[in-house]
Structures are given as structure tokens and as C-alpha cells.
């Protein structure tokens, strides 16, 4: 059974540097074709994708947030940990991480997502 | 501004049939089978419905079914169930640069 889960803090300051960890069980990263994508909702809006990572290191960025986003993967913790630099009010979102794969089934889907984690950006 | 395009509110009445759309471009919808729907509910982290244009996962209804024609992605719920009321999303692949898009998200009511 996959399950994953969302972790840091709940507040940052605007100008701040975001760091969360996602901690992900029933499968492995070093496993062929498999990714972790993180994706953020904010409050009433729609889900937007910001980032993913790969079983071989490959990393994919929404372009219009590229510049500000970094992620990163520790196979042996199980973890996929991203940071967005220079916070601002509207980054205020839940954020989700999730399994996802281009090979098997389903594919190049979101198939199993972490409950998610709000973060409120505010002085 | 979400990069698919979905109507922001859908209604229906107890065991009818309703349609989502989903319009995108050749660059998304259009030029790949990897549309995917999301259900999700007030509160709760967005479900798995619909992948790869018309595949269910395992434990989803067969009231829920998808299609795609050109660069519009549709999903259809049959015999509405007051559990389908929540909101829904459409993604796509994207290519390798903007990878995955989604949809503005669209309120499903049941009446």
C-alpha cells in the first residue's frame, strides 16, 4: 500500500525560503519509471503542478516557477524534499505530493496523493 | 489562469448523467492520451478517477468513464450519486518542459 505524507512548517515569513518533506512508503524511488511530483492548492483555487522528481535523478519545474524551486530525493530515507525561495503571500497554499509513474498502470498520472500540508505566507 | 479550460460549475439531479469538459491545445490534450480526472471533496487531498483518457483505477466506478476528442478531454458521470458532489479536475502531460497541466476545476452539485 502507498501512502505519502507532507511535512514542514505551517507559517513563513514573505521573503522567506520554503522547505517541505515528503515521506512516502510502499514504494522506492530507485525503482524504474516511478516519480514524486508535488503539487499546491490555494485556498479555493485550483491545484496547480510545481515540481517532480525522478527514480534517475531527472527533475521536471512548472516554468513559471522554475527560478525559485529546488527538489531532491533521498532514496534511503524515503523522502523527496523541495525548497521554493522568496515566498510571497500568494504561494499561501495546501501542498501535496504524489506518486506518480510513466510505466505500469496507471500512468502519467497523480495516482495516490499525501493528505497535504497548508502554508501560510505572512509577516 | 489554469492552462485547461473547465466550465466552474456543473449540475445535475439524483441518478442523471452529466459531462465535464476539458479544452486544451494540441500541445497538451491534444497530442497526448494522458488525461487524467481528479475528484475531490471539501477538506480532502484530490482523488485518482479517470487516467490515460478512459481508464478507471481499480475501485472507481463505472459510472465514471472519459473521452477525448481533438484537443477536448470530457468526463462523463452516470447515475448521479450524492457522494459525486464535489469538485473536479482535469491534467494532462504536457510534454517534457511543461509537463503537467491542470484544469480551472469545475463544482459538481447533485440537486
Known amino acids: 500500500q502507498i501512502t505519502l505524507k507532507e511535512s514542514g512548517p505551517t507559517l513563513v515569513k514573505p521573503t522567506q525560503t520554503l522547505t517541505l518533506t515528503c515521506t512516502f512508503s510502499g514504494f522506492s524511488l530507485s525503482t524504474s519509471g516511478v516519480g514524486v511530483g508535488w503539487i499546491r492548492q490555494p485556498p479555493g483555487k485550483a491545484l496547480e503542478w510545481f515540481a517532480l522528481i525522478y527514480w534517475d535523478d531527472d527533475k521536471r519545474y512548472n516554468p513559471s516557477l522554475k527560478s525559485r524551486l529546488t527538489i531532491t530525493k533521498v532514496t534511503s530515507k524515503n523522502q523527496v524534499v523541495f525548497t521554493m525561495t522568496n515566498m510571497d503571500p500568494v504561494d499561501t497554499a495546501t501542498y501535496y505530493c504524489a506518486h506518480f509513474s510513466i510505466v505500469g498502470d496507471p500512468t502519467y498520472a497523480f495516482d495516490i496523493w499525501g493528505p497535504g500540508t497548508m502554508v501560510t505566507v505572512s509577516s | 489562469q489554469s492552462a485547461l479550460t473547465q466550465p466552474p460549475s456543473a449540475s445535475g439531479s439524483l441518478g442523471q448523467s452529466i459531462t465535464i469538459s476539458c479544452t486544451g491545445t494540441s500541445s497538451d490534450v491534444g497530442g497526448y492520451n494522458y488525461v487524467s480526472w481528479y475528484q475531490q471533496h471539501p477538506g480532502k487531498a484530490p482523488k485518482l478517477i479517470i487516467y490515460?483518457?478512459?481508464k478507471r483505477p481499480s475501485g472507481v466506478p463505472d459510472r465514471f468513464s472519459g473521452s477525448k476528442s481533438g484537443n477536448t478531454a470530457s468526463l462523463t458521470v452516470s447515475g448521479l450519486q450524492a457522494e459525486d458532489e464535489g469538485d473536479y479536475y482535469c491534467s494532462s502531460y504536457a510534454g517534457s518542459n511543461n509537463f503537467v497541466v491542470f484544469g480551472g476545476g469545475t463544482k459538481l452539485t447533485v440537486l
Open positions: 490515460e483518457v478512459t
